[in-house]
């Protein structure tokens, strides 16, 4: 046997053998699946995950837009705050602390697709939004 | 024969039977869940900007000195200047002292500053009232990865 074969390179660490505290300081957002729309206006889940994919319950500061003419808050009795902008299309938010999630609900009284992007802000940690949501209201 | 403990081993440098039977063969050599923020090296460790807040200090009668402290997560400091945003109740407005700069909105409440080489940046919070006054930092353009999660909140009696 080689000594090569004994010896990990460093090139090949992975997100796996990263400990699960540094882990969870890297917050991933992950939108649900979308609800069925009712008087325009459709409900969706904000979850936040860690570096391993794996559920995160933090509060993390999130900014959200959507496309204009579209607006956003907190749906009735659901998980998080809204800090700033309530009803509008552009909101910054807190996710629940012991749940990581945040029920959003997004009301547009047109036809077409409305866009949602999450995005770090003011109090935000490191926060990956690389994830966009398309909701399509009839 | 002495066996070695792999702390130190160069690919080729030492014949296999001399490795201690509790290094994994085959890849594997650092254990899931292993890697914390010690073990990186420390250029990789500063990549990770943390916004920490100092003692506040009366600077006069209605004005704060709130020292900022961008650190590394071993809580070490990170000599590095960096842009960030930082944010307050309306009912105050902020600007820069001795360390760092600000590149805008000066006497606002939402002012775009630098920390100076050291990564500091000594914020001066006015206000009139007595309230509390909570700042937040964020990135914005130019910003490094920033982890501005902590707030704080300065008293004004």
Redesign the interface.
Known sequence: MPIQDAVSPVQKVTFDEIAQEFADRFAVVIFGTPGAEADDKIAVQLKLKNALMQDLALKERIRLTCTAGATMTLADAGNGTVLSGDDSEDIIIETDETTGTFDLEVEYAGSGTVSVVGGATQGSGFVHCGESLDLLFA | MTRLD?RF?K??????DR?DPA?P?????????????QKLALALLRK?VAVTWGEPQEAAPTVKLVPLQLKD?LDQPIPAACVL???CDDRAQLTIGEHGQALSGVDSADLIAQTDETGRLDLLVTCAQCITITL????TQGSP?????A?FDVNFT
């Open positions: 792999g081993i690919p080729g440098s030492i014949p296999a490795l290094i063969i085959g890849g594997g050599a650092v254990p899931d869940g292993s890697i914390s923020p990770f997560y945003r930082i944010t937040a930092a964020g990135p990865l920033l982890d501005a999660t707030l």
